[in-house]
C-alpha cells in the first residue's frame, strides 16, 4: 500500500520551502522537511524518498505519517525520557544567589568568591554540588567566572 501525503495548507507550502532552504533551522528538522516536500512536489513514493536521501524507507514513512498526523509541528522532535535533573530549580537558584552576594554580607571572613569557597558554603546550607557542577550552573546562566587576581605571587583574599 502506497503512503499518500495530505494536501498542503495555504500558508504550509511556503514555510515547507522555507524550511527546506533554512541554513539556521536544525539539521535534523531541514531534512524531515525535505522528505515531505519530495512527497508533495515531486510526488516520490517512500521507498523513491529514502533512495534519493540515503534514508531508510522505515523513517521515511514515520515522518510522512506524522506530517499527515500533525501537520508540519509534526516534523519537530518530540521531548525524549531520560534522566531527571540531578539539582532541581531552587538548588541552582541558591547557587546563583549565593554567587551573586558578598560573602562578607553573609558572615563569611572573606571579601571575594572563589570556587572552592562557594562549593564549601552551599555544601554548609545542604546543597552537596561538585565544583564542577556549579561551574556549569553558573555558565549557563551567563555567569562569567574571574580569575584569582594576584599580586606578585601572592593570592588576594
Known amino acids: 500500500m502506497t503512503l499518500r501525503v495530505r494536501a498542503l495548507g495555504d500558508d504550509e507550502g511556503g514555510e515547507l520551502a522555507r524550511m527546506t532552504r533554512s541554513r539556521t533551522l536544525g539539521a535534523g528538522l531541514v531534512r524531515r522537511a525535505q522528505i515531505v516536500r519530495h512527497a508533495v512536489e515531486e510526488g516520490l513514493s517512500a521507498p523513491d524518498i529514502a533512495a534519493r536521501m540515503g534514508l531508510c ?22 521531548m525524549r525520557s531520560g534522566r531527571p535533573p540531578t539539582y532541581t530549580a531552587e538548588e541552582r537558584s541558591a547557587v546563583i544567589k549565593a554567587a551573586l552576594s558578598r560573602p562578607s554580607e553573609l558572615g563569611l571572613p ?48
Open 57 to 78: 524507507g522505515a523513517t521515511v514513512r514515520f515522518w510522512l505519517k506524522r506530517f499527515n498526523e500533525r501537520g508540519l509541528p509534526g516534523l519537530e522532535e518530540d
Open 110 to 157: 572573606f571579601a571575594s568568591w572563589t570556587l572552592d569557597r562557594l562549593v564549601a558554603y552551599l555544601g554548609e546550607q545542604g546543597i552537596g554540588m561538585r565544583r564542577s557542577r556549579v561551574s556549569e550552573v553558573l555558565l549557563a546562566e551567563d555567569l562569567k567566572w574571574r580569575q584569582e587576581e594576584t599580586w606578585f605571587g601572592a593570592r588576594v583574599s
